[in-house]
């Protein structure tokens, strides 16, 4: 795995500060934490829609394809060598459908330098852990890595900034004339910071952020900061 | 008093008794005299017709229908080996679209009954029936059942259904002008086919208020199954009398907004001089509004006034009608939710506010109020915005000239035949085998009998079920899918989940997603849409049924509130209710404005309103029946091209998006639409080339069935649509009610599921269904093309007034607004103020 000097730039990502640490922000719907070579992500829920079709709800598709090609991406451009999801990784016990569970450790054969780690969520209690052969470090939140809080639910952590998932952030914006748009966002705040749901089959539920947060809307494949007044 | 039951031999020899005579005793005894429409049916009845009755609200119509069914067992008498202490089995279907009036119809059909001393049972079921009369009829249906299309359906699920209806003689649906036209229209044609399979000589009888296509609502109530069948048309209604409440001032008097309480004193003026009011409003905000405005202007009216609408609690809308059935009440606000159903004798004054958008919507809500023989009906129109005057005057007109407007059926829809296949699953099963190569052949045949699957392809029927059976051809490979199995030969629903699961749904192809509203501690006051919910925080207050309440939190499909201390909050704006102008009474329109255009204001209405025409006229100007006004405008906002067809909100909606698409195409450019029933406005921070557009052709029909969905956006609008397709269908669950057991892990929003759809499964006919309903429902595609033809022929009249004119003024203000763009999604963003919206929810996920 080829490693990226951290000085060239990353087309599309936003460079921020959290923690004193330097980040960017991801149009892949990742955050980059150059310093450790980590990226992390938050709320793949894979499974989903085969736990629809176990429940007999007729849901075409399983979105892991989509997403690991996604990951591929992210994973290459930043030449990250840890992968943290910050929880909800599987949705669901009916949805630990063999091929998609086939499919995601095919992806892992071929990606055996990284270090993988998972932050459990709600919906992994329920799913359960990811299969052995995935090599996926399984960790309780709030997880303590440098100065930050690895968590799933967004609460804030005693001496640490936390980044958490959970929410599945979108901001609706407004422009003149009633134009509306609704759009994933990274949504950061004072002690902790909120990741846009990965998974494509997720679905996302609007913020209201404080007047001092900042808000990244992902647009196609760039990110742009989003001004607000903390209405 | 019981009286003796009648003849008992066979008719026809000489000195035979007159089978219609114990209806006619009945009705003498009453002190009536039957009508001539109703001796008719009897008549029709007695030798095997079905047929449709249309006539106005209260004028008998019940009674032609019940007494057949009641003559034809008098006339059969008693069969050897009846045991009397036995009632029969059942042999009545009575249907009603609204559970609220199977009471109302349980006691007008009981009356006779109890009279002619029939053993007869006689009981309903709907979604209100307790779980003591479920159980009951559990074992037994009683002779004659009252229910609705959802729990007709919900008894064709269970495995025993055949044998149910296995007696059944007669089914009548009232009301059948609102079934039609629906997708529970729909519902009720395929339960009919079913019916009429198990029971091939069932006569099937609709009660209808009268419409433009009563061939066409005959048609579809008796299916493609050959039947001798008639028309009936019921007593000769009352004459009508239209009069709209005239502002004293029309100066003062607002040019838009639809909440307008600027008529109060005179409704109220109105309501004092009545015995008992209906006061009708278009939607469920603006009847909460008038409710308190009422109450404010006449506290003492506390406790004889009542709001009455669908979101409301059952018990308080039921003690509204109960009201003025008794006569207690002196005035009721309400909604369409009071349009259907028998009428109420003490009421004697009709007001509508707003403008009825229809003529027969307004003949209907004239027909609730009582019948005082010879008397004529009269309804009073209080206006909120100037232009309803002309719109009141509009409706006058077209009822002068006899016209009213059709309900079209509906047409194929595959939700609607998903949902009914696993219904017959349920429902005891259905043979797997082929017909002529149609695979379960046989279903394949009753569907058909139903009108509007009559022209169902075997592709479509063949989608249906595997769609069902394997999830379709995209989730073969997933073997752990199955909603109805095959299995020796009979496709059968075996999984308990499932079966319950469909059952719960069935209802929903009338109910949007709704949150039930209940005191912490306390009552439940009512339901509310989940997308007003959605977007309150704890804390926020709100009014509902007259009270101002705080809003706690959601829990179990429940919003919990407390009584707020202080009064006033949002009304909440529910989804719907906001009809087009119909088609009739927006041509109505154009024939009057072009009269005032002549200088003709002939009635009172025109004639208050003529300072505002005059305005119009002088700043811009009226359109000439033959002419399409287009005005120009420049203001800080930007540059406005508002365009005046009358056509209608739906096609104005249609007509702004493919402007707006077609002007784009030619030049790059943002446009905000916004529409009502008059026109439409586009407007752009740069000016758009408009004489160059329109010499190009932009206004003509062209390509629509390209161009529509191009301009449209028509991914979104499908999108949303897919709402709707998407439970019926069964793909969206939405729980369990009362909510022990939430299926959170199976919930996603049909938005959601529509990305999903389109991305592995694009040619699914759900989706294409989607697109499809879009255009006809949302947009009436086809009066938008005949639309489009009318304005290719009219003379244009571009005017560049200096400010916008009284017609252009309603539209600045509405709120109603799409985008329609050509440009990059990110180029948007930027553009935008990128101001942040309040959130719409922090629900968590």
């Known amino acids: ?116 780690w998972l932050v459990r969520g709600n919906h992994d209690r329920g799913a359960g852990d990811p299969p052995a052969v995935w090599g996926v470090r399984v960790l309780d939140e709030p997880a303590s890595f440098g100065p930050f809080a690895l968590a799933h639910h967004p609460t804030p952590s005693e001496g640490a900034y936390t980044l958490a998932g959970h929410l599945h952030p979108a901001v609706l914006l407004a422009g003149s004339g009633r134009q509306r748009l609704r759009l994933p966002c990274f949504w950061l705040g004072a002690r902790l910071a909120v990741l846009p749901a990965f998974g494509a089959f997720t679905g996302a539920a609007g913020i209201a952020p404080a007047a001092d947060d900042r808000v990244f809307a992902v647009v196609e494949d760039g990110i742009v900061e989003i001004s607000h007044h903390g209405r | 008093m019981v009286a003796e039951p009648a003849p008992r031999h066979a008719s026809g020899s000489v000195g035979a008794p007159d089978p219609l005579a114990p209806a006619i005793a009945w009705f003498t005894r009453r002190g009536w005299e039957p009508f001539a429409f109703q001796r008719e049916v009897w008549r029709a009845y007695l030798d095997g017709e079905c047929g449709l009755i249309h006539a106005a609200t209260g004028s008998g119509k019940t009674h032609a229908a019940w007494f057949g069914p009641l003559l034809e067992w008098l006339a059969e008498g008693p069969r050897p080996g009846d045991r009397p202490a036995t009632a029969p089995p059942l042999r009545v279907l009575w249907i009603t679209p609204l559970r609220a009036l199977a ?121 493609t199954h050959p039947a001798p069948a008639r028309l009936v048309r019921g007593a000769v209604p009352r004459p009508l009398r239209i009069e709209a409440l005239i502002p004293s001032r029309i100066d003062r008097f607002p040019w838009a907004g639809h909440l307008g309480l600027t008529m109060l004193p005179q409704v109220l003026a109105a309501i004092e001089s009545g015995r008992s009011t209906l006061v009708f409003t278009n939607t469920r905000a603006q009847s909460e509004q008038w409710y308190a405005a009422i109450l404010e202007a006449c506290p003492g009216w506390e406790g004889t006034i009542a709001l009455h609408h669908a979101s409301l609690d059952r018990a308080t809308r039921e003690a509204a009608e109960e009201g003025l059935r008794s006569g207690t009440l002196r005035c009721v606000v309400c909604t369409s939710s009071l349009d259907l159903g028998v009428d109420f004798s003490p009421v004697d004054t009709v007001i509508q506010v707003g403008s009825p958008k229809g003529v027969a ?172 919910i959605a977007r309150l925080r704890p804390g926020d207050r709100f009014v509902l049924g007259g009270k101002t309440l705080e809003f706690v939190r959601v829990r179990e499909m429940t919003a919990w509130v407390r009584r707020a201390r202080t009064p006033g909050g949002v009304i909440p704006r529910w989804s719907g209710g906001r009809l087009p102008l119909s088609d009739l009474l927006a041509g109505a329109m154009r024939t009057i404005l072009d009269r005032a255009r002549a200088g003709r204001y002939e009635s009172p209405e025109l004639a208050a309103v003529r300072p505002i025409l005059e305005l119009q006229s002088r700043w811009s100007a009226i359109p000439a029946a033959g002419e399409l006004l287009i005005e120009q405008v420049a203001t800080r906002e930007g540059f406005h091209l508002f365009v005046y067809p009358f056509e209608g909100r739906l096609v104005h909606a249609g007509l702004a998006a493919l402007l707006a698409y077609r002007l784009s195409q030619r030049q790059p450019a943002t446009f905000t639409l916004a529409v009502n029933d008059y026109g439409f406005e ?20 062209g390509d629509l069935a390209v161009d529509i969905p191009a301009s449209l956006n028509a991914a979104e609008l499908a999108r949303r649509q897919f709402r709707e397709i998407a439970r019926i269908a069964g793909l969206v669950f939405t729980g369990y009610p009362g909510n022990r057991k939430t299926a959170r892990q199976v919930q996603a929003s049909s938005g959601l599921l529509y990305d999903v759809f389109a991305r592995y499964d694009p040619d699914n006919p759900l989706l294409e269904q989607a697109r499809r309903e879009v255009l006809e429902r949302q947009l009436e595609r086809e009066r ?54 309040r959130a719409a929810d922090g629900r968590r996920r």
Request: proline share 6%; hydrophobic share 45%; net charge neutral.
């Open chain 1, 1 to 116: 795995m080829s490693v990226r000097p951290h000085d060239v730039p990353i087309v599309g990502a936003q460079e921020t500060v959290l923690a004193g640490e330097r980040v960017l922000l991801l149009p892949e719907r990742a955050l980059l934490w150059p310093a450790q070579d980590t990226l992390l992500i938050a709320d793949t829920h894979w499974g989903k829609a085969a736990t629809f079709r176990a429940a007999a709800i007729p849901v075409p598709g399983e979105s892991v394809h989509d997403d690991l090609t996604r990951l591929d991406g992210a994973l290459s451009r930043s030449g990250a060598t840890r992968l943290v999801v910050l929880g909800d990784l599987l949705h669901a016990r009916a949805g630990r459908d063999p091929a998609m569970l086939a499919e995601v450790a095919e992806w892992r054969a071929r990606h055996l330098d990284l270090a993988w």
């Open chain 2, 103 to 223: 009471a109302d119809t349980e006691a007008a059909l009981r009356a006779p009954l109890v009279d002619l001393g029939l053993p007869w049972t006689l009981d309903r079921r709907t979604g209100d029936s307790s779980a003591g009369t479920r159980a009951r009829q559990r074992d037994r249906l009683p002779t004659a059942l009252v229910t609705t299309p959802e729990s007709l359906t919900l008894l064709l699920t269970r495995a025993d259904a055949a044998q149910l209806f296995s007696h059944l003689r007669a089914v009548v649906v009232d009301e059948w002008h609102e079934l039609l036209g629906s997708k529970r229209g729909v519902q009720t044609e395929l339960a009919l086919a079913r019916l009429r399979r198990w029971c091939p000589d069932l006569r099937v009888w609709a009660l209808s208020a009268t419409l433009g296509n009563l061939d066409e609502a005959l048609d579809t109530l008796l299916g």
């Open chain 2, 361 to 532: 919507r307004l003949l209907q809500r004239a027909g609730r109020s009582g019948h005082q023989p010879g008397a004529e009906s009269r309804v009073l129109c209080a206006p909120t915005h100037a232009f309803e005057l002309v719109e009141v005057a509009a409706v006058r007109a077209a009822l002068a000239g006899g016209a009213i407007e059709p309900r079209p059926a509906v047409r194929r829809p595959l939700d609607v035949l998903v949902q009914h296949l696993v219904t017959v699953a349920l429902g005891g099963g259905f043979s797997a085998a082929a017909v002529d190569g149609v695979p379960a052949g046989e279903l394949y045949a009753e569907v058909r009998d139903a009108r509007a699957y009559a022209d169902l392809a075997p592709a479509e029927w063949g989608w249906a079920l595997d769609f069902v059976a394997r999830g379709g051809e995209v989730l073969r490979a997933y073997p752990e899918y199955a909603r109805v199995a095959a299995r020796d030969g009979r496709y059968t629903v075996a999984d308990a989940t499932v079966a319950r699961r469909h059952r719960l749904s069935i209802g929903t192809i009338v109910d949007e997603a709704s949150l039930r509203v209940q005191y912490l501690r306390g009552p439940l006051l009512g339901q509310i849409e989940e997308g007003f």
């Open chain 2, 682 to 701: 586009l407007l752009s921070s740069t000016p758009p080339r408009l004489e160059e557009a329109l010499a190009a052709g932009v206004l003509r029909p």
């Open chain 2, 784 to 837: 938008l093309g005949r639309a489009l033809l009318r304005l290719s022929e009219a003379r244009l009249v571009l005017r560049s007034p200096e400010r916008p004119t009284p017609f252009a003024f309603p539209l600045l203000v509405e709120r109603l607004r799409e985008t329609v763009s050509s440009e990059r999604l990110a180029d948007r963003v930027a553009r935008m103020g990128l101001a942040l919206e």
